[in-house]
């Protein structure tokens, strides 16, 4: 079993069908009880959203994510593509409004304003094809993936409707115990949060440590901790093994600076990352 946050026919849902085609989707209704659906053993695995391409990083996964207590083990990429879902029998002419997540609608702002329909908001995608399935009428239509179409028995008028081709979301697939690769493996990266020392640059001589020994740094994001103005704490991915030489000396330096280190996964990056990172 592997859970996500969202109703069946969510795009984490799909994420979750193509990556794992063997488990069965375990839905919840937040990123928490996702999380508790692992620790409670329901679920071996959990499919949670960090970043988008165009909506950008999902707050609430960034602030759950040091204290879930579950280990990060993989990486996926999705190609958001939005479908126009409506009732069999309605057309293009016929939709006058359009239900679905504020973010999918306003990414479908082109087709809307063709449509000259009025956006409906819901409170997730595969709600919103709920939602047109049940009120069954010819001038309703819902944006979400061909998944949500399939399991509320509507039709696709159209294909991908989102404005930008690259709306990508990216996936962490997060167990309760730690699966490190052997340090040998191709292609590992790391990811860990950590807070600095209340001193005077130490930001800065924290990450020093990552250049000197040439380690490539993806991703560093920063957030408060606690609602407080005082207390930063940062995710960091980096390429690389704890246990690679340069890794293991650039980790060292930053514990010199930091007040806390967690290490939340190794695991190999996923192959959406590696095509779009080779040179062109």
């Known amino acids: 079993m592997i859970a996500f946050q969202g109703q069946f026919g969510a795009y984490s849902d799909l994420a979750c069908r193509i990556a794992f085609p063997d488990m069965t989707t375990l839905p919840c209704e937040s990123f928490e009880t996702a999380i508790a659906a692992v620790h409670e053993g329901r ?3 959990a499919m949670l959203p960090p970043e988008n391409s165009l909506a950008g990083r999902v707050a609430d ?17 999705l190609r958001v593509e939005h479908c126009l879902l409506a009732i069999p029998g309605a057309a293009l002419d016929s939709i006058k409004r359009v239900h679905s997540h504020p973010v999918a609608l306003g990414q479908v702002r082109r087709l809307i304003r063709e449509l000259g329909a009025t956006p409906m908001v819901a409170y997730d995608t595969a709600g919103a094809a709920e939602i047109v399935a049940r009120l069954g009428t010819l001038e ?15 039709t696709i008028l159209r294909r991908n409707v989102e404005d930008e081709a690259h709306n990508t979301t990216r996936f962490y697939v997060m167990a309760k115990t730690a699966e490190t690769p052997p340090p040998e493996t191709p292609d590992l ?17 924290a990450l020093g440590g990552f250049a000197t020994n ?10 408060m901790v606690n609602g407080t103005f ?3 704490q940062f ?17 060292e330096e930053l ?16 192959p959406y990352r590696l095509a779009q990172s080779a040179p062109r």
């Open 214 to 223: 040439g380690v490539n740094m993806t991703k560093l994001e920063s957030y």
């Open 61 to 77: 996964m960034h602030s759950l994510l040091p204290g879930s207590g579950l280990s990060i083990i993989g990486e996926k990429f």
């Open 255 to 270: 514990a010199f600076f930091s007040s806390e280190i967690k290490i939340m996964g190794t695991y190999r990056a996923d």
């Open 230 to 232: 005082t207390a930063t």
């Open 43 to 45: 679920a071996s695995l």
């Open 235 to 251: 995710l960091v991915e980096v390429d690389g093994h704890p246990a690679h030489p340069g890794l293991a000396r650039a980790l």
């Open 189 to 205: 990266m790391t990811s860990f949060v950590f807070k600095v020392r209340n001193v005077p640059a130490a930001l800065y001589k």
């Open 140 to 154: 309703d239509a819902a944006i979400a993936s061909a998944l949500a179409g399939d399991l509320h028995g509507l």
